[in-house]
């Protein structure tokens, strides 16, 4: 019946052209909807936390860490709830990785603390015996930065209508205010931490790198 079709390359090219794009429409169409993005109680980053992202970029923590936890029961019984599409709104650009050198890292904000977090970037071996995970103790020394994280909050809010400012939703506001915040969300952090230079240097102002890594990463839940 459909001889003609596949003695036809081009008929045949815009038939399989129209499989594929229906298939493509029907799998991919719904996470664009209203309804499918954002997952409610998903909130864009603070400040703070942004500048922890782009920490964990910048380190390529993505090159060994997915985040992506796939609806497998080895996968849920270890990390936790499986992802959803509208859990990644606010990521910009997304970072589900492609490699697990590590464990998956989407929820880890359930189940490790600050001081955790702390000792491990500092020296991985002492918390987690035979780790080859690297040390990352410049963290310890750099000091974060905190206005390029809010150049990119602003600029998401501004171009991407990302609702900062909202009922329930996170608080920009101007520089100056989202620093005070930034201050007192830091202040929370290093409370919690053990290194007396990184209080001292809190004292002085200044948050370390590790400071706003750790807080993006207890605030992967
Ligand atoms: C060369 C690969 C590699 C890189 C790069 C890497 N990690 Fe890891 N990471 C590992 C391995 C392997 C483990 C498991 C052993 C361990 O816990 O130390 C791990 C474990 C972790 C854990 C504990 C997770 C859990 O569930 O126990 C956290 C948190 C973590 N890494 C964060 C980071 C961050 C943040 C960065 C970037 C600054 C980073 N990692 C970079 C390999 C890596």
């Known amino acids: 019946m459909f001889h003609w079709l596949e003695r036809n390359p081009f008929f045949f090219a815009v038939g399989v052209f129209l499989v594929v794009a229906y298939a493509g429409v029907v799998?991919?169409?719904?996470?664009?909807?209203?309804?499918?993005?954002?997952?409610?109680?998903?909130?864009?980053?603070?400040?703070?936390?942004?500048?922890?992202?782009?920490?964990?970029?910048k380190d390529s923590c993505n090159?060994?860490?997915?985040?992506?936890?796939?609806?497998?029961?080895?996968?849920?019984?270890?990390?936790g709830k499986y992802s959803l599409s509208g859990e990644y709104a606010y990521d910009r650009p997304f970072?589900?990785?492609?490699?697990?050198?590590g464990?998956?890292?989407?929820?880890?904000?359930?189940?490790?603390t600050t001081d955790w977090h702390e000792y491990h970037m500092l020296d991985p071996k002492s918390v987690v015996p035979g780790s080859i995970m690297p040390a990352y103790k410049h963290m310890f020394q750099n000091v974060a930065d905190i206005d390029t994280a809010y150049a990119e909050a602003y600029t998401v809010k501004t171009v991407f209508s990302v609702p900062y400012d909202q009922p329930d939703m996170?608080?920009?506001?101007?520089?100056?205010?989202?620093?005070?915040?930034?201050?007192?969300?830091?202040?929370?952090?290093?409370?919690d931490m053990k290194s007396p230079e990184i209080k001292e240097a809190f004292q002085r102002g200044e948050i370390k790198e590790i400071v706003a890594l750790i807080a993006y990463l207890n605030r992967l839940k």
């Open 95 to 101: 970072l589900w990785g492609s490699r697990r050198a």
């Open 27 to 57: 799998t991919i169409l719904p996470d664009f909807m209203e309804s499918a993005r954002p997952v409610t109680g998903t909130k864009p980053y603070t400040v703070l936390e942004l500048a922890g992202r782009q920490i964990y970029i």
């Open 63 to 79: 090159a060994c860490h997915s985040q992506l936890v796939r609806p497998f029961k080895s996968e849920t019984d270890r990390y």
């Open 103 to 112: 464990p998956d890292l989407m929820r880890v904000g359930n189940y490790r």
């Open 170 to 191: 996170p608080t920009l506001g101007t520089y100056d205010e989202a620093k005070k915040q930034v201050m007192a969300e830091a202040s929370a952090i290093v409370a």
